[in-house]
């Protein structure tokens, strides 16, 4: 059963002026990419509950993070023509679209929200699984690649119980 490409993105905050500070994704194959962003001048939102969440300050993404420009062009070239999925769509898309916007490109891969690979059954396990693998995992990190592999497999779980059952 072929895994799908799951992307995640933390984010300044939510609501009006945020942006990502942290996209990372896993590839169909387990492959693992994660950057920091820089934030781009103008980025000024900062919610302080979100760098408790995520553990990640504006200083070290000053220190740590890239340029926008490479991570746009980084995404491009290793998502370029995939269709990549995400569990929050409504917030991941707008991060994204801003990214791209700021670096002056367009994504060279389709974001699609995870559920459109779902059927009913499956949707309905879904949450119950996604809280049953972070108590049995329980990742070090809440962290967008750490995420990504959270939702991937997910996606297998909540496949497999449905073929199971």
């Known amino acids: 059963m072929q895994l799908p490409t799951m992307l995640d993105v933390e984010a300044s905050g939510f609501g009006r002026g945020s942006y990502p500070i942290e996209i990372g994704f ?6 693992l990419f994660c950057t920091l962003v820089q934030p781009a001048p103008g980025w000024e939102h900062w919610d302080p ?8 300050s504006r200083e070290l993404l000053q220190r740590h993070g890239r340029p926008v420009d490479w991570v746009a062009a980084e995404l491009n070239r290793r998502l370029a023509g995939q269709t990549v999925y995400c569990d929050g769509w409504g917030h991941d898309y707008p991060w994204i679209a801003r990214l791209f ?19 009913e059954r499956q949707l309905g396990g879904w949450d119950r699984s996604l809280r049953a693998l972070r ?14 592999r959270l939702l991937q497999l997910c996606v297998q779980r909540v496949r497999t119980a449905a073929h199971a059952g």
């Open 49 to 56: 509950a979100a760098e408790s969440l995520h553990g990640i």
């Open 135 to 148: 108590d049995e995992l329980r990742p070090e990190r809440h962290r967008a690649s750490s995420d990504a």
């Open 26 to 31: 896993v590839a169909a194959d387990g492959g």
């Open 101 to 119: 916007d700021e670096a002056e490109r367009s994504p060279a891969f389709r974001l699609e929200d995870v559920r459109v690979l779902l059927d």
